[in-house]
T-cell receptor, first 112, second 114 residues
């Protein structure tokens, strides 16, 4: 079975631009979460979606938004990019009753 | 609010020696606890998890961790370090309903000395 897949793997954007990151969960997983990992730190929770509904939001500005599609894939959108948005963005999926999240390899976003 | 504290941002051990990575948690409800490993330029891989039941949890690659409620700890151990264990290790906690966010520690970088 394929794991959690994220695209693109690397991305370079200019300040002020917009970016969309994509995530496909493991087949059968209905919950998708997004995390931001700044270099040298632990991942920070951004969003969680379950059955296409937002179940949680971390302490991130409104420039960050996300959605989950009927096939349970997800997009993370970031508007008006700042240099500080440079990070590894991780997607994780899980199924109800399986208390363990499987992470993708991440998208490395560099804002210049 | 939940949090984890990982003691020691860098740990070095000799190949074949015991690995001990420390994690203490704070939680207002019975926690679910996790250890993840991250190799350079990769995502996170689940090593093991504690949900309910047996407090000694065995994971992949010979790692194990023991949940000690009285000490609010969930330390990760491996009897004999291997060069391939060199990586960043993260402890994480969730409320435990199965679809709750993970709160991560700041990580411990493990170096193996040949």
């Amino acid at each position: 079975d394929a794991g959690v897949t994220q695209s693109p793997t690397h991305l370079i954007k200019t300040r002020g631009q917009h970016v969309t990151l994509r995530c496909s969960p493991i087949s059968g997983h209905k919950s998708v979460s997004w995390y931001q990992q700044v270099l040298g730190q632990g991942p920070q929770f951004i969003f969680q979606y379950y059955e296409k509904e937002e179940r949680g939001r971390g302490n991130f500005p409104d420039r960050f938004s996300a959605r989950q599609f009927p096939n349970y894939s997800s997009e993370l959108n970031v508007n008006a990019l700042l240099l500080g948005d440079s990070a590894l963005y991780l997607c994780a999926s899980s199924i109800t009753g399986n208390y363990g999240y499987t992470f993708g390899s991440g998208t490395r976003l560099t804002v210049v | 609010a939940q949090s984890v504290t990982q003691l020691g941002s860098h740990v070095s051990v000799s190949e074949g020696a015991l690995v001990l990575l420390r994690c203490n948690y704070s939680s207002s409800v019975p926690p679910y606890l996790f250890w993840y490993v991250q190799y350079p330029n990769q995502g996170l891989q689940l090593l093991l998890k504690y949900t309910t039941g047996a407090t000694l949890v065995k994971g992949i690659n010979g790692f194990e961790a023991e949940f000690k409620k009285s000490e609010t700890s969930f330390h990760l151990t491996k009897p004999s370090a291997h060069m391939s264990d060199a990586a960043e290790y993260f402890c994480a906690v969730s409320k435990g309903s199965g679809n709750e966010k993970l709160t991560f520690g700041t990580g411990t970088r493990l170096t193996i000395i040949p």
